[in-house]
């Protein structure tokens, strides 16, 4: 069964007496997965559809919208992890000032009963909601109970002691650790999107590149990484071992930071095509080279050290 993915406060096409598992799910990682699992037991049990209640523009971009880009992945990459996770039906709530002036009562009447019919819910024991945060799990365990729904509330996950957080991701992504985030996520980090037409430079320097825009996206620690790379359209669909460059490009001046990959033994078009780039290994920060020598010098070596890494 394709996945149903509903943007609104009604549910639309998507049966009723859904059990969703609900939160922000940006990254999609242990802990949400955890949630999603409890949800999918409870919907086996009931014989409901499995749904995931999330919020579209992510609450943070609603209320500090000068933050900067944080999110670890799009709404569309978000969807498919799900899609590849089992969940039948994604409602994407819109966040917007209404939904922020709902206090906790009014979330769950509106939203979760009489909008989008759920049997059951499943959140995190840290999750809150409504007006200023004023409903945690213990008033949605009332609330929804009053209405006849289900609840249930999981404890945090933890690897080695550390909570697993969206925000510990991003931290560890920001320190050039990859290797961490991608404990806590389960799967490495990924840059999704369609291959886009850049400067070209790296055609004339023997290390053509796919090009990616990072968008809103949350900026790893910029520098150069060894990478898993599936091109998911076209031709050339499969998966690519490389060595990608993120960030601004500063040997030729600097610019908008993008994601630029060389992928191994590799030829052929991607233009157009959707690239997914998994950030494996860190390997070095961006850096000025005094001439173009040294700089070809370095891409080798870091195309030999990439190889190494992912060998």
Do not use: W
Not at 84 to 108: K, S
Not at 151 to 162: K, M, R, S, Y
Not at 187 to 214: Q, W
Request: charged share 25%.
């Amino acid at each position: 069964m394709e996945t149903l993915v509903i943007r609104g406060r009604d549910r639309g096409e998507a049966p009723a007496g859904c059990v969703a598992a609900m939160g922000n799910f940006d990254g999609v990682h242990l802990g949400h997965r955890a949630v999603i699992e409890a949800a999918r037991v409870e919907a086996e049990r009931r014989g409901a559809p499995l749904a995931v209640l999330t919020f579209e523009p992510h609450p943070r971009e609603h209320f500090a919208p000068q933050s900067g880009p944080f999110r670890l992945m799009s709404p569309a990459a978000r969807a498919e992890r799900l899609a590849q996770l089992g969940v039948d039906v994604v409602f994407e709530v819109p966040f917007d000032d209404r939904l922020a002036a709902l206090g906790a009562e009014g979330f769950v009447d509106e939203v979760i009963h009489r909008g989008l019919g759920l049997s059951h819910v499943v959140t995190g024991a840290d999750f809150r909601f409504g007006k200023d945060r004023e409903g945690d799990a213990e008033a949605l365990a009332a609330l929804c109970g009053a209405r006849g729904i289900g609840t249930t509330a999981l404890p945090v996950v933890d690897l080695q002691g550390a909570e697993v957080s969206s925000t510990a991701i991003r931290a560890a992504l920001s320190e050039g650790r990859p290797e961490e985030a991608a404990r806590m996520l389960g799967h490495l980090h990924r840059i999704v999107g369609p291959v886009e037409h850049g400067e070209k430079r790296g055609r004339t320097l023997g290390f053509p590149t796919a090009n990616l825009s990072l968008g809103g996206l949350h900026r790893p620690r910029f520098g150069v990484y060894a990478v898993r790379a599936d091109v998911l359209s076209g031709p050339h669909a499969g998966r690519y071992d490389g060595a990608a460059s993120l960030g601004v490009r500063p040997q030729y001046g600097g610019g908008t930071p993008n994601l630029e990959t060389f992928i191994l033994d590799f030829d052929g078009d991607l233009y157009g095509e959707t690239l997914s780039v998994g950030l494996a290994r860190f390997i070095r920060p961006e850096g000025v080279f005094p001439t173009q020598e040294a700089f070809l010098a370095r891409m080798r070596e870091d195309v030999a050290e990439a190889r190494k890494c992912l060998a």
